[in-house]
């Protein structure tokens, strides 16, 4: 028999490529950090001797959930300005208390406190726009989590920085060069959105983007007003802007998207660019509605993301998902649109795509990192099973997450997570609380 580090067997195995694919009592082995092998579980027991074997009857295994787009240390400003439209909510509560409060501490701590809340709910890489980049960075590393951080870049002065070459220079120097050899953390561009950042660093960014092969992570189109504003000053859309300055393309991840005609639709097609749709959070804002089924028919990759904790109120990619499908049925006005499978990749490969990590995770594939999540669908609320993948997407919650592995390491272990003290996570939040009230 050949030794192996771990054997997770389940009832289903949901691989996600092919779409719609379910294995049934199969197992996973792996060795080291990658995914040795997938066959039936006889087999498996005759095959391999592993250290450590988890046997997971009416579970469904599936890969790490990817949160596409998110700003993690706001999970501090969780419940602070509820139930606003965007503009009154960054000018009158966040960019104020961000003003005031961001820091080093303010990052570490908000991350940590989003990483809990993502690995608890079957999370496991997740794309970050924030301040102090290189602590979130480091915050991830230390934990083991699987991370896409953004060089953040806004042509104000923060506490981090004071101009947008200021952010650029920083950034590649404290992320990216800090982390290029790093298994864990991959890096990108993190302009905030076109009403913030301006045409020079936008091109300096497009030129750095070209030359390292980085993506471009960016708010795009996210409200009616933002479009209007964008015309009346420009005197084009935004999208129009962002492809006259060469940012259109395959490393583009443009943000929410609720405001696209079908000219727009196309051109994102043909460029190969990606979508990152926010559901809940442009709910919540009234923001608008991102046209996924339109995009997705045209052969565009629409990743899924939550935004920050202050917008959304929860890292919560089962919510996102469910979310997702149900709108894009409504907005489309077909039933078929975007059914459970489709929205299950949205939140796996096609954010893995949109990273450029298709090739190292979002999918259960031999070779690929061990990113795996096992969802417990014995309970009274998703019983009885016809379909796993439709009971994951219409009625599994992140209470059904039992188990968390990241690059083989495992993180959380029968709904408990390894290496974290959850008692001082909170202990910090409610100093954090007591400070911003």
């Given at each position: 028999?050949?030794?192996i580090d771990?054997?997770?067997?389940?009832?289903?195995?949901?691989?996600?490529?092919?779409?719609?694919?379910?294995?049934?009592?199969?197992?996973?082995a792996?060795?080291?950090?990658r995914?040795?092998?997938?066959?039936?579980?006889a087999?498996?027991r005759?095959?391999?001797?592993p250290?450590a074997?988890?046997d997971?009857?009416?579970?469904?295994?599936?890969p790490g959930?990817i949160?596409a787009?998110?700003h993690?240390a706001?999970?501090?400003l969780r419940?602070?300005?509820?139930d606003l439209?965007?503009?009154?909510?960054l000018?009158?509560?966040?960019?104020?208390?961000?003003s005031?409060?961001?820091?080093a501490e303010?990052?570490?701590?908000?991350t940590m406190l989003?990483?809990?809340?993502?690995l608890r709910?079957?999370?496991?890489?997740f794309?970050?726009m924030?301040f102090?980049?290189?602590?979130?960075?480091h915050t991830?590393?230390s934990?083991?989590m699987?991370?896409h951080?953004g060089?953040?870049v806004?042509?104000?002065?923060t506490a981090?920085?004071r101009n947008?070459?200021e952010?650029?220079t920083?950034?590649?120097?404290?992320?990216?060069?800090?982390h290029?050899?790093?298994?864990?953390?991959?890096?990108?561009?993190?302009p905030?959105?076109l009403?913030?950042v301006s045409d020079?660093?936008?091109?300096r960014?497009?030129t750095l983007?070209?030359?390292?092969?980085?993506?471009v992570?960016?708010?795009?189109q996210e409200t009616?007003?933002?479009?209007r504003e964008?015309v009346?000053?420009?005197?084009?859309r935004p999208?129009?802007?962002?492809d006259?300055l060469?940012l259109?393309?395959p490393?583009?991840?443009a943000?929410h998207m609720?405001?696209l005609e079908d000219?727009?639709i196309?051109?994102?097609?043909?460029?190969g660019a990606?979508v990152?749709?926010c559901?809940q959070?442009?709910?919540k804002l009234?923001?608008?509605?991102?046209?996924?089924?339109?995009?997705?028919d045209a052969?565009?990759?629409v990743?899924?993301?939550?935004?920050?904790?202050?917008?959304?109120?929860d890292l919560?990619?089962w919510?996102?998902?469910?979310?997702?499908?149900?709108l894009?049925?409504?907005v489309?006005g077909?039933a078929?649109?975007?059914p459970?499978?489709?929205?299950l990749?949205?939140a796996t490969f096609?954010?893995a795509?949109a990273l450029?990590?298709?090739?190292?995770?979002?999918?259960?594939?031999?070779g690929?990192?061990a990113d795996?999540?096992?969802v417990?669908?014995?309970?009274?609320?998703?019983?009885?099973?016809?379909d796993?993948?439709s009971?994951?997407v219409y009625?599994t919650?992140?209470e059904?997450?039992?188990h968390?592995?990241?690059g083989?390491?495992?993180q959380?272990?029968?709904?408990?997570l390894?290496?974290?003290d959850?008692e001082?996570l909170l202990?910090?939040a409610?100093?954090?609380?007591r400070r911003l009230?």
């Amino acid at each position: 028999m050949e030794t192996i580090d771990s054997l997770i067997s389940a009832q289903w195995i949901i691989p996600v490529e092919p779409v719609g694919r379910v294995l049934q009592q199969h197992a996973v082995a792996i060795r080291g950090q990658r995914i040795l092998d997938i066959l039936p579980v006889a087999q498996a027991r005759r095959k391999y001797h592993p250290e450590a074997e988890h046997d997971l009857p009416g579970h469904a295994l599936i890969p790490g959930l990817i949160n596409a787009h998110t700003h993690a240390a706001m999970s501090l400003l969780r419940g602070l300005a509820d139930d606003l439209p965007l503009e009154r909510w960054l000018r009158e509560h966040i960019w104020p208390a961000e003003s005031r409060w961001v820091s080093a501490e303010f990052v570490h701590d908000g991350t940590m406190l989003a990483i809990a809340e993502m690995l608890r709910s079957g999370t496991t890489c997740f794309n970050d726009m924030y301040f102090f980049p290189e602590v979130a960075a480091h915050t991830v590393g230390s934990l083991g989590m699987r991370a896409h951080i953004g060089m953040i870049v806004v042509d104000f002065p923060t506490a981090w920085a004071r101009n947008a070459d200021e952010y650029i220079t920083k950034g590649l120097s404290a992320v990216l060069d800090a982390h290029k050899d790093d298994r864990l953390i991959s890096v990108g561009f993190a302009p905030h959105a076109l009403y913030t950042v301006s045409d020079a660093p936008l091109e300096r960014i497009r030129t750095l983007s070209e030359e390292l092969g980085l993506p471009v992570h960016i708010h795009v189109q996210e409200t009616a007003a933002e479009v209007r504003e964008h015309v009346a000053a420009h005197g084009c859309r935004p999208l129009a802007r962002l492809d006259h300055l060469g940012l259109v393309g395959p490393h583009l991840l443009a943000v929410h998207m609720t405001q696209l005609e079908d000219g727009e639709i196309k051109l994102l097609a043909e460029r190969g660019a990606n979508v990152v749709h926010c559901p809940q959070s442009n709910l919540k804002l009234a923001s608008g509605f991102c046209p996924v089924a339109r995009l997705v028919d045209a052969g565009v990759n629409v990743a899924l993301g939550t935004d920050g904790a202050a917008s959304n109120n929860d890292l919560d990619m089962w919510d996102e998902m469910r979310t997702a499908a149900l709108l894009a049925k409504g907005v489309a006005g077909r039933a078929e649109a975007l059914p459970a499978a489709h929205a299950l990749r949205m939140a796996t490969f096609a954010g893995a795509k949109a990273l450029g990590l298709e090739r190292v995770t979002g999918s259960i594939e031999i070779g690929k990192a061990a990113d795996l999540v096992a969802v417990d669908l014995r309970r009274i609320e998703t019983q009885p099973v016809y379909d796993p993948i439709s009971q994951l997407v219409y009625a599994t919650g992140r209470e059904c997450v039992t188990h968390v592995w990241v690059g083989g390491r495992p993180q959380l272990i029968e709904g408990e997570l390894i290496g974290m003290d959850v008692e001082s996570l909170l202990a910090t939040a409610e100093s954090w609380r007591r400070r911003l009230v």
